[in-house]
């Protein structure tokens, strides 16, 4: 049994500057690679054969790339399969896998390449069993991953288009269902200004993402700890530590500042810098006021101990503050001779059981620790999370490319001057579409929110 | 002690709107049939609404015709005043409906029932179901099979299928203000045994509630205080067999007016005395039909609420208050009424009511409306948790279908959602979780802009013509139409007007822009302003079609782009429904499951992949396992 679409997906996990590959298979993956590939031509080569070329797509040249070609069935899913090997830094491989996407291929579903391969007959009977585990484990980790990765305000702002587009879709239902109590005259013009609206919002979302920001807003995280305790340097030694995206960007208010840190592909927004920096000043007492208004919104906390200074109240006064957070504690300093070990720690303050991970900010002794464990903590470790990151920001775009399409529609169908009732299909598709970026279905939104809303009946 | 024992082969359980459309169709199938009521008075009677039709409910009517049933023929012969509501908007939001003389709609489907041969007639209250284990004990079928039903003076009736339509009947009860009656709709006698016979069959029920505004005498109204509502003025008949001409009556006039604050502010104090809110009634309640006193409550802002007043019957002083249901006490009911212009003075024939009434869970049935779990017993309309006339017969159709396919040992009818709304407000039963009466709305249908009145019989009538239900005269013509409608589109899409300044006179006067170079019929037909009908003058050669014909030309050529992208849709919604699942598919043997979805899959025991997908809880990585593992034991 065939598929009849083709799917795309990153075969490889991300490994720094080494290669990526993006796997294409379906009856349309060479075609589709062939339109992208500039100094090769795929249409007549033979199965299994490589070759070189560049990637080009909506005239900007995305990246130098060597692409191996399986003609249906002598390939992994018994498809025509195609994979394209590029650079491995997570920008080459999103820009390839969006343009193939943008081409007419499907981002694969989790563990979809094996489901083919088996569907196909490709592998034995007795596999199945390992594919249907697969399929489960993977869909869960994107679905968790994709979900933690997009918070705060951006989950905010498309919860509020979608509200939108829910509540004139269920205008125009309830006055279709109840003509004699609602009255569509004058709401096609209405709604051209609202879909106009959420146009806009999710060009200036795609904007974002296409400035090289992930649409991610990645692990909200809040350094805390006493004076001296080595804030500072960490916050340094984490900003120099990869040669990795580092952004300024100024906060709301004027002595809030935030800073980027990508560690190995899993995104640290380190809140309230300003609130650290100001700490190192001895003259302050705590001084960690304004770290301590961030907390709320923290989704982590890294709770920084002087490892060479006995523990003082002030570390216990901290401590009492994180309760039902997620909290990494971090013996800084463990170059100096150490007053503070794992277990005094464990037996001294009120928190019990988390993570706490030896580190040296001068040296840099423990930072590999330091992010294994952030990755365990938030991702359970046992999948790559990296490539996950970059897959779950093609599909948000791909989505939002999606809503932009259907609300063109909308209007198309406005100015066409289309009866109302041609409008709900693509408003709901958009609203659809939207919600697959929130991990949100639409059930039996519209029929609540008519009747939520609107008086209905007789 | 001896007592009455009779045998049939089909046993329908109510006349109301299903059981009428059941029990005709195994009759009309040539199966012996046996129609019980607690009332002969009460066949096809209309306890609610005076009218038939309405948005979607109108696209169930037309459904229920083309599949060979009986209610668009009978409010054809019975209607005072029709409407074909949405008319501005697109042709699949065009609803028809018609204001009904209650009682000639109850008589004249009374005389189709007593004229049908294999039908009979029977006044009495059935109290129990009889069952029997499955004989066969092969694991393949249903657990049990149902046997017959036993009446409450003892009788005893065998047979092979039994439909219950039982509607709102069961341990009903009436409520307004302090005042309890346990009997059904307008006093008559509940079916007060037949509950606890279907819990002891290990079949789950549920308590809802609907309610019904008072009737006004209308001799008591100042009709000159209200705005009137006069009905179209060509009329559309609902029966694709019902010739139009033949219809086209002298109408009698419905009315409007509104509450206003006063009104609101009676009901607001005295809202503890109304059993909604004092929390008397149990059962749920429909969120588009809410009583006055839930709209107050739930719209404050909301100023006023339109009454529209309709007349009961050409022989009946009786006026019905639409919009303006009540549980409240008597002497409320009167003040609220006598607040709204023209009823100062207005005097109560009936009062204003809830009603409590147990139903099934419908989520035991498959989609053929049979119970999962018991062979041969079937259940249809109010009992199966919906509400409305419509929804009633349309169900009441299915069950008799598929009652005599079994009997038949015939291939049973399941409409899908891309086929019909009957297909939609089935599957939502049988596979959503029910909270509340399931009314259909047409934002439900999903596939809408191909489910419309106008083309009911070019989706269904093959159907009805397959079972047996439609004569072959009434199908060979729906084929002949849809002969000339796909014949007629190609034409229009190959004949080119030029641009001639006749051509051009004749598009200004339609307020359309002349042609600057050649365009084909079918084009100028996708102009907003024009239509098929419009641009007849530019079209010499144009064959003489029907009207019928005409408008689906017009439909389908002026819509093309949004009903192909549909049909996509359709063929991606069907591939799934495609997938079968078998009947006792064993999940526990299936690794890798969610629990979640484990329990659910078990619980709803869906017939397709397609239905899985609609079960909340399950989600598609579980839809793929799932297909992984039938596909690996496909082969074995």
């Known amino acids: 049994m065939m598929e009849r679409d083709t799917i795309a997906a990153i075969a490889t996990g991300f490994i720094p500057s080494g290669i990526g590959i993006i796997r294409i298979s379906g009856p349309q993956a060479i075609e589709i690679a062939d339109g992208l590939l500039e100094g090769a031509d795929l249409s007549n080569a033979p199965s299994?054969?490589?070759?070189?070329?560049?990637?080009?797509?909506?005239?900007?040249?995305?990246?130098?790339?060597?692409?191996?070609?399986?003609?249906?069935?002598?390939?992994?899913?018994?498809?025509?399969?195609?994979?394209?090997?590029?650079?491995?830094?997570?920008?080459?491989?999103?820009?390839?896998?969006?343009?193939?996407?943008?081409?007419?291929?499907?981002?694969?579903e989790p563990g979809e390449f094996t489901k083919r391969a088996f569907l196909n007959g490709r592998i034995?009977?007795?596999?199945?069993?390992?594919?249907?585990?697969?399929?489960?484990?993977?869909?869960?980790?994107?679905?968790?991953?994709?979900?933690?990765?997009?918070?705060?305000?951006?989950?905010?702002?498309?919860?509020?288009?979608?509200?939108?587009?829910?509540?004139?879709?269920?205008?125009?239902?309830?006055?279709?269902?109840?003509?004699?109590?609602?009255?569509?005259s004058g709401f096609p013009e209405l709604l051209r200004t609202d879909v106009l609206t959420v146009q806009d919002e999710i060009d200036r979302i795609l904007e974002t993402a296409e400035n090289g920001r992930l649409l991610s807003e990645g692990i909200r995280t809040v350094i805390l700890g006493k004076p001296n305790v080595g804030k500072s340097s960490l916050l340094n030694r984490l900003l120099g530590e990869e040669r990795a995206i580092v952004t300024d960007i100024a906060g709301t208010t004027r002595d809030t500042l935030e800073e980027q840190v990508m560690l190995d592909g899993i995104l640290l927004k380190i809140i309230d810098t300003a609130g650290i920096q100001n700490t190192e000043d001895p003259v302050e007492k705590i001084g960690v006021e304004k770290a301590f208004d961030c907390i709320p919104d923290a989704d982590l906390v890294l709770f920084v101990v002087d490892a060479s200074r006995p523990l003082s109240p002030e570390d216990q006064q901290i401590s009492s503050l994180l309760k039902?957070?997620?909290?990494?504690?971090?013996?800084?300093?463990?170059?100096?001779?150490?007053?503070?070990?794992?277990?005094?720690?464990?037996?001294?303050?009120?928190?019990?059981?988390?993570?706490?991970?030896?580190?040296?900010?001068?040296?840099?002794?423990?930072?590999?620790?330091?992010?294994?464990?952030?990755?365990?903590?938030?991702?359970?470790?046992?999948?790559?999370?990296?490539?996950?990151?970059?897959?779950?920001?093609?599909?948000?775009?791909?989505?939002?490319?999606?809503?932009?399409?259907?609300?063109?529609?909308?209007?198309?169908?406005?100015?066409?001057?289309?009866?109302?009732?041609?409008?709900?299909v693509d408003l709901i598709d958009a609203y659809a579409e939207l919600g697959r970026i929130i991990g949100e279905k639409v059930e039996e939104d519209l029929i609540n929110e008519i009747f939520a809303e609107f008086c209905m009946g007789k | 002690m001896p007592f009455v024992e009779e045998s049939y082969d089909v046993i329908v359980i109510g006349a109301g709107h299903a059981g009428c459309e059941a029990a005709l169709a195994t009759a009309r199938l040539g199966l012996s049939t046996i129609i019980f009521t607690v009332s002969i008075d009460s066949i096809a009677m209309m306890p609610c609404n005076p009218n038939i039709g309405?948005?979607?409910?109108?696209?169930?009517?037309?459904?229920?015709?083309?599949?060979?049933?009986?209610?668009?023929?009978?409010?054809?012969?019975?209607?005072?005043?029709?409407?074909?509501?949405?008319?501005?908007?697109?042709?699949?939001?065009?609803?028809?409906?018609?204001?009904?003389?209650?009682?000639?709609?109850?008589?004249?489907?009374?005389?189709?029932?007593?004229?049908?041969?294999?039908?009979?007639?029977?006044?009495?209250?059935?109290?129990?179901?009889?069952?029997?284990?499955?004989?066969?004990?092969?694991?393949?079928?249903?657990?049990?099979?149902?046997?017959?039903?036993?009446?409450?003076s003892g009788?005893?009736?065998?047979?092979?299928?039994?439909?219950?339509?039982?509607?709102?009947?069961l341990n009903a009860r009436c409520l307004y203000g302090d005042t309890i009656n346990e009997t059904g709709p307008n006093g008559l006698q509940a079916a007060t045994h037949l509950s606890q016979s279907l819990i002891d069959n290990e079949i789950e029920l549920y308590r809802f509630k609907t309610g019904t505004p008072a009737r006004i005498d209308r001799r008591s109204i100042d009709f000159s205080k209200l705005e009137k509502q006069s009905g179209d003025e060509r009329i559309c008949p609902f029966s694709f067999s019902t010739d139009p001409d033949e219809v086209q009556i002298d109408?009698?006039?419905?009315?409007?007016?509104?509450?206003?604050?006063?009104?609101?502010?009676?009901?607001?104090?005295?809202?503890?005395?109304?059993?909604?809110?004092?929390?008397?009634?149990?059962?749920?309640?429909?969120?588009?039909?809410?009583?006055?006193?839930?709209?107050?409550?739930?719209?404050?802002?909301?100023?006023?609420?339109?009454?529209?007043?309709?007349?009961?019957?050409?022989?009946?002083?009786?006026?019905?208050?639409?919009?303006?249901?009540?549980?409240?006490?008597?002497?409320?009911?009167?003040q609220m009424y006598r607040t709204l212009p023209g009823f100062e003075h207005a005097v109560i024939v009936r009062n204003a009511y809830a009603i409590e009434y147990d139903c099934i869970n419908p989520n035991q049935l498959k989609a053929t409306l049979e119970f999962k779990d018991i062979t041969g017993f079937f259940s249809a309309g109010q009992s199966n948790g919906s509400s409305g006339y419509e929804e009633a017969a349309a169900q009441g159709i299915l069950a008799g279908i598929n009652a005599a396919m079994l009997i038949k040992e015939e291939e049973p009818l399941v409409i899908d959602r891309s086929e019909g709304y009957l297909g939609v407000l089935v599957d939502d039963l049988v596979t959503k979780v029910t909270t509340e009466p399931y009314r259909m709305m047409t934002s439900r249908a999903e596939y809408r802009l191909l489910l419309r009145q106008d083309n009911a019989d070019l989706r269904l009538s093959k159907y009805g013509y397959r079972v047996g239900l439609l004569s072959k005269e009434r199908y060979d013509h729906v084929c002949e139409k849809e002969r000339l409608i796909k014949k007629e589109i190609e034409r229009i899409r190959t004949v080119t007007v030029g641009s001639s300044e006749q051509v051009s006179l004749c598009l200004s006067s339609l307020g359309s822009v002349p042609l600057t170079h050649g365009m084909s019929l079918a084009e100028l037909i996708r102009r907003p302003e024009l239509t098929y009908q419009s641009i007849a003058p530019l079209d010499p050669d144009r064959p003489i079609l029907s009207d019928e014909v005409q408008e689906q030309v017009n439909i389908a050529v002026k819509y093309e782009g949004y009903i192909e992208r549909q049909i996509k849709q359709v063929e991606e919604f069907k591939r799934l429904e495609k997938k079968k699942i078998p009947e006792n598919f064993d999940y526990d043997t299936v690794p890798s499951l969610r629990i979640e979805a484990r329990q659910k899959l078990k619980q709803f025991r869906p017939a397709s992949i397609g239905q899985a997908s609609r079960i909340s809880g399950v989600s598609p990585a579980d839809l793929t396992v799932l297909l992984v593992f039938m596909e690996a034991n496909h082969g074995k």
């Open chain 1, 48 to 108: 299994h054969t490589i070759h070189y070329g560049m990637i080009r797509s909506n005239g900007e040249l995305i990246d130098e790339v060597l692409v191996a070609l399986m003609r249906s069935s002598r390939s992994y899913t018994t498809e025509d399969t195609v994979e394209i090997d590029c650079h491995g830094s997570p920008l080459a491989m999103q820009k390839v896998l969006e343009a193939v996407c943008q081409s007419g291929a499907r981002l694969a």
């Open chain 1, 124 to 184: 034995d009977l007795t596999e199945a069993e390992s594919v249907m585990d697969l399929i489960q484990a993977k869909t869960e980790y994107a679905r968790k991953s994709s979900l933690q990765i997009l918070r705060g305000s951006m989950k905010e702002k498309i919860s509020t288009l979608r509200k939108t587009l829910l509540n004139r879709s269920a205008y125009i239902e309830a006055a279709l269902d109840d003509p004699e109590h609602y009255d569509l």
């Open chain 1, 324 to 424: 039902d957070k997620t909290v990494l504690i971090l013996l800084n300093k463990s170059d100096l001779s150490a007053e503070v070990t794992k277990e005094t720690l464990e037996k001294e303050i009120s928190l019990t059981g988390l993570p706490i991970v030896s580190i040296s900010s001068k040296t840099g002794d423990g930072f590999d620790q330091l992010k294994t464990t952030i990755s365990d903590v938030f991702f359970h470790g046992n999948i790559s999370f990296n490539d996950e990151l970059v897959v779950t920001n093609v599909r948000q775009k791909e989505s939002l490319r999606k809503t932009k399409e259907s609300l063109s529609r909308v209007l198309e169908s406005i100015d066409a001057g289309m009866p109302e009732d041609f409008y709900s």
């Open chain 2, 54 to 152: 309405g948005t979607s409910k109108g696209h169930l009517v037309r459904e229920v015709d083309a599949l060979g049933g009986q209610m668009g023929i009978n409010i054809d012969q019975t209607f005072i005043q029709s409407k074909m509501l949405n008319k501005s908007k697109g042709p699949a939001v065009h609803s028809l409906r018609a204001q009904a003389d209650k009682a000639a709609y109850s008589m004249r489907m009374r005389e189709t029932l007593q004229r049908t041969d294999n039908l009979t007639i029977r006044q009495a209250e059935v109290a129990e179901i009889m069952t029997e284990n499955d004989k066969d004990g092969d694991g393949r079928h249903a657990k049990k099979r149902i046997v017959g039903v036993r009446t409450f």
């Open chain 2, 155 to 169: 009788a005893i009736y065998h047979a092979k299928a039994v439909i219950l339509c039982s509607g709102v009947y």
């Open chain 2, 251 to 334: 109408q009698v006039s419905c009315y409007l007016t509104y509450t206003n604050e006063e009104t609101h502010r009676i009901i607001r104090e005295n809202l503890d005395r109304s059993p909604m809110y004092s929390g008397v009634i149990e059962g749920t309640g429909p969120r588009y039909c809410p009583s006055i006193e839930d709209k107050v409550v739930h719209f404050p802002d909301k100023e006023r609420h339109q009454i529209f007043v309709e007349p009961e019957g050409l022989h009946t002083n009786e006026m019905y208050l639409s919009g303006m249901s009540s549980s409240m006490p008597e002497d409320v009911q009167y």
